[in-house]
RNA sequence: GGAGAGGUGGCUGAGCGGCUGAAAGCGACGGUUUGCUAAACCGUUGAACGGUUUAUAACCGUUCCCCGGGUUCGAAUCCCGGCCUCUCCGCCA
């Protein structure tokens, strides 16, 4: 993974003013004129070495060949030519961190189908999907449900671990399986591979999926290890062909991955404290896509990702809207990005659930994630991901959403093979 | 944790300091043969960057045999550091 390259600097140099634009929409620092006048200025030094080394060659031809006076004069010639070399090498090792550092702010260019905007108070719902459901009792929240029907131990969490820690008890912890083995045939079904990846990786795994340089505040590490947790299984099963050279036969490859993701939801104080909405451990189902370097054919695999989400929330019933996400809440490197937001009665909104990226070539580059085409001309691929079901996130609009006037909750139909046929959450 | 081995092209695997961008095999691609398939035979087959050019074609140049330094007129080949992989022993599950 040595490609650290954001954007190629030749579409960079042809396409300065969408950069300049793009790094506005998102709010993403980049110093596109200065880079480029460091790419102008490398680039004339490269030439000047390269001379240097085609003379340095002819040289060393010669020498093997040449009486030993000769050799005496060219090894003379030879040493001016090092000496300039090495002022020039000099001049280039000055320029090349700063060029580097400049070339990975570069973002990627948002789709011209993303709506501009300043954050996600400005995304635009694209549609909203299931009935809002009215309550003819006083709905629990699901912290009361939880604790009421012993699903759910929060106090007991926060003492073992801290703040945004919990426990799934009885019930809950199988609804909490039951939600994912569900979501994981779901998907099987579908055609897409399963995984079960490692979620402790090196720094340019975190790197090749951009979630480093920029993330270091939101993802565990550990330091004796110099190795990262990762936040979503995304970032090895992105990474699984980085350093590969794939057959354009086998693409798209479709994966299902089960982990468990770890936040450090730092600088997030305040936000969300309540229940198991913002946490530091939970369980995600995630797709991830490898596909060719087509952007038609990754605008099409983005929409079936998501139909493939929207399809889970479907068949347990829960409301939903979709949201395209604005200008400045996609991230450096999304090309354009949907959130599935569920209805949650205790926000008396739409939380975040799912959210559904396209990448175009940006991660592979930066993991050198490969394939052959047709023509055995070597295409860095696209990536794409999208969550399948996050739990216990998704549990706090299930557990709301189906409760009952008695205080039980009735368990969807879709989960009860998973819970033994088990209708209904009660005490136990 | 202790001791050792090693990192070469899509893969496997050779490689006396100049003739090695790299043997050989496999794979892939093109062709011959063939009722079809298979087999056999012949040929082609690394990448990035820069220049010439209408050209992602051809040609020329430079760099690249894990990364970074060093020795040398010259390094895949010698030396040092780093990263990574593997084996044995110990420990643990």
């Given at each position: 993974m040595r490609c650290m390259v954001m954007l190629d600097i030749k579409f960079i140099r042809e396409n300065a003013e969408k950069i300049k634009w793009a790094s506005q929409v998102k709010k993403i620092e980049c110093d596109v004129d200065k880079l480029l006048e460091l790419d102008a200025a490398l680039v004339k030094l490269r030439q000047e070495i390269q001379n240097i080394q085609t003379e340095k060659n002819a040289a060393g031809k010669k020498i093997s060949k040449a009486s030993p006076e000769e050799k005496k004069q060219i090894i003379e010639s030879m040493a001016q030519l090092k000496n300039r070399e090495k002022d020039i090498q000099t001049q280039l090792d000055e320029m090349e961190p700063a060029y580097q550092s400049l070339l990975l702010q570069v973002p990627q260019i948002p789709s011209e189908d993303v709506p501009v905007g300043k954050?996600?108070?400005e995304n635009v719902e694209i549609r909203k999907v299931g009935a809002i459901r009215e309550f003819d009792f006083t709905p629990l929240d699901h912290v009361e449900l939880g604790q009421k029907l012993n699903l759910l131990d929060i106090p007991r969490g926060v003492k073992l671990a801290g703040a945004r820690s919990y426990f799934l008890t009885g019930n809950g912890a199988l609804l909490h399986w039951a939600v994912i083995r569900f979501a994981v045939d779901f998907m099987v079904k579908r055609g897409y591979f399963p995984m079960y990846p490692p979620?402790?990786?090196?720094e340019q795994v975190m790197r090749g999926t951009g979630y480093l340089p920029g993330g270091e505040e939101q993802a565990y590490m550990c330091e004796r290890d110099n190795l990262y947790v990762a936040g979503t299984a995304e970032v090895p099963v992105t990474a699984y062909f980085s350093d590969e050279i794939l057959n354009?036969?086998?693409?798209p490859k479709k994966f299902v991955a089960l982990s468990t993701c770890f936040r450090r939801?730092?600088?997030?104080?305040?936000?969300?404290?309540?229940?198991?909405?913002?946490?530091?451990q939970f369980d995600k189902v995630e797709q991830v896509i490898v596909g060719r370097n087509d952007e038609q054919q990754s605008i099409e695999l983005h929409e079936e990702i998501l139909a493939n989400s929207e399809g889970i929330l479907q068949a347990l019933g829960l409301p939903y809207r979709v949201m395209n996400v604005c200008t400045g809440d996609l991230?450096?490197?999304?090309?354009k990005k949907y959130d599935i937001e569920t209805w949650m009665p205790s926000r008396n909104s739409y939380g975040e659930t799912h959210s559904a990226s396209r990448f175009y070539d940006f991660q592979a580059r930066r993991l050198n994630l490969r394939y052959r085409d047709e023509n055995g001309k070597i295409q860095f691929c696209h990536t794409l991901n999208n969550t399948v079901i996050a739990s216990p996130r998704v549990l706090i609009a299930i557990l709301e959403l189906y409760q009952?006037?008695?205080g039980t909750v009735t368990v969807p139909e879709v989960l009860r093979p998973y819970m033994g046929g088990m209708e209904t959450l009660k005490r136990r």
């Open positions: 954050d996600d108070t979620m402790i990786v090196r354009q036969a086998d693409l939801e730092a600088g997030t104080y305040g936000k969300d404290t309540a229940g198991i909405y913002r946490i530091h991230g450096r490197g999304q090309v009952n006037a008695d």
